[in-house]
């Protein structure tokens, strides 16, 4: 700290002090002339007046020190910083109360009370005058009271959702900031203690009932959404009513998203396609977590990846003593690595570059950091390409998951999860028949292995490196046309974070080779998906149109979490439930004979054919293949 910020700071002290003494001793003062008038000017020191008032002053001075009143913002407090105020001038009260009657034998009950009563109000006026000063000499240099009158033409009449803390403090940023386009026209909020009142110098123009004719009458040009505690459902709603009618929507991000409660300006988002898909989100079991985890090791396999990244994210905040991020590209281990260290947490990170191919890399990497818990992200999922390259898929995700499994087996990790998919239901690719297998191989481990072993399903996550929704955002901005497979091509999704969360909660659920299933919600059409993105972007399906490109190799028109009756119907945990899976009794005999189908059509068909449990499917070829092997 500057030798002038602390000349500023002690100066700012001294002042608060000196005013705070002259209005306890003023008021205690003008309290003994209004009880004893006559005598005041004969009597000033009549039952010890002079004692008293220097007692008085003192006893706030030390009082207020210890509950750090002088460390408080008035500018920015609020009713916590009035009443602590209140507490400390009546503390000091009771104290000087006491000190009478056993210094002087009695005590002056009513000049104290009234005393106190006018103290309260003189040391709430000098700071509510400091908070008036400093507020009216920051608006002066700012403009604020002349902005009306002084508009920027690109200023953007703007409508906040919401006149709740996050609404007010939105406003006030505006109201301060130098550098913002937008001018607060008013506030919709469902109080009805609100309506027609101002809050922060703006209206509350009506309820979300009034949206429509509110946005038409005000002209308004930009609606932000200023609710951050709404529930999903709710807020879903809304935003669908809004973008209908302005295409200029933003939204202050979800509560647990906002930092310590501060919000800004600069937080505030395009809605977002999340915004429509996502739902509440679910509370974990914070001490069960914390107590498998604190403390120690855990590696995360495909930790730059979209999932494997978030899951180290997630798993941070319940203090790994160290955690291994393993991966087989350089760029993206490099990536999370550097995102992670700049938290500054106490935490041991380590970069891994391996392939979970190599059986003997891992060996040393388990043998050197042995990880208490284990949570299996690398993956194949691109399906088409999968299509065109069986073998791949094989080794990395039958032989890699088999390899760090049986490395957690053998080193005695307490737990490990496997991250499955819903293609790995009734497969019809290759690459859902390679991960039904890899679920083969765990589950087996997990019915003799005293490491507990569980696998994950869900379906497609939102914003992932492979998902449709970064191919529809680089097609807008191309200008289109947006490609979907089929118009009633459906798929599940959820939000990255909320996929990471429950996939560490179930892996805590773990007890012996569990399958569980995420709750996805409800199964959404792609090209909805596509129609509310071009939206979401401000076009119309007339500028940005949507072309079917026809289904691709190996996809399904929709997925499936579990087959028919493979479902415990009660959730184990909110939105996870457990599956009811087949084991493979002959999971090595059929491994062996992977090696000796040489093409790639023949393992292919092989693989989706094993991954269906041997169900005599309808293609000829894949009759043909089970003839020849």
Known sequence: MSIPEISRKSFRLSMLVGLDILALLSSMLITYFFLYPIEFIKTIDRNHFVESALMYSCLFIIMASVSRLYSVAWRFASISEALRLALTLMTSTLILYGLQFTVYGEAMERMLFLSFCLSLLALGAIRLGSRVIITWNSNSASGLFNKK????????????????????????????????????????????????LTVNGVKVLGKVNDLESVVEREAIDKIVFAIPSMNYKERLEIIKRAKSICTNVHTLPMIEEVAAGKVSVNQMRQVSIEDLLGRDPVELDISGIQSEVEGKTVLVTGAGGSIGSEICRQILKFQPSRLLLLGHGENSIYLIERELRDL??????????????????L?????????????????????????????EAVKNNIYGTKNVAEMADKFEASRFVMISTDKAVNPTNVMGSTKRIAEMVVQRLGKVSRTKYAVVRFGN????????IPLFKSQIEKGGPLTVTHPDMTRYFMTIPEASRLVIQAGMLADGGEVFVLDMGEPVKIVDLARNMIKLSGFTEEQISIEYSGIRPGEKMFEELLKEGEVHSEAVYPKIFTGIVSEEQNLDGKLNQINHLKTSEALSLYLINWANDGIELQDDSINHVRETV
């Not at 937008?182 to 009805?192: Q, R």
């Not at 388990?366 to 073998?391: G, I, Q, R």
Request: glycine share 6%.
């Open 344 to 361: 500054n947490l106490d935490i041991e990170l380590i970069p891994i570059i391996a392939d979970v191919q190599d059986r003997n890399r």
């Open 363 to 391: 060996k040393g990497v388990f043998e050197s950091y042995t990880p208490h818990l284990v949570f299996h992200a690398a993956a194949h999922k691109h399906v088409p390409l999968m299509e065109a390259n069986p073998h």
């Open 461 to 468: 996550v939102l914003g992932s490196r492979g998902s449709v």
């Open 149 to 196: 009158l002084k508009r920027r033409k690109d200023e953007k009449r703007t409508l906040i959702i919401g006149a709740g803390q996050a609404g007010r403090m939105l406003v006030r940023q505006m109201q301060h900031s130098q550098n913002h386009r937008m001018n607060p026209i008013g506030f919709i909020d469902d109080n009805s203690h609100l309506q027609s």
